[in-house]
C-alpha cells in the first residue's frame, strides 16, 4: 500500500514539509508518481515509524522524570 506526504506525516506527528526534507535527505525512501507527487511504501515507512515512536516513548519519560 501507498502512502501520501500528508499520510505520512500524520502518522509520524510531524508536518508534511518535514516529510518531504526527510525523503530528500533519503531518510525517507519514496517514488515519485505524476508530475511530482511523492508516494511512500508503508513496508518501507513501518521501520522508521518503529524506531520513531520508541525514540518518543523514551524521550517523553525522560522528560516527565526531568519536572519538578
Known sequence: MY???GQVAS???VS???IRNWAEQG???Y???GHNTRMFKEEDIEPILDIWNKFN???KRQESGNKK
Do not use: D
Open 3 to 5: 502512502l501520501s506526504t
Open 11 to 13: 502518522l509520524f506527528n
Open 16 to 18: 508534511t514539509v518535514t
Open 27 to 29: 531518510i525517507l525512501k
Open 31 to 33: 517514488e515519485t508518481v
Open 57 to 59: 516513548t523514551v524521550f
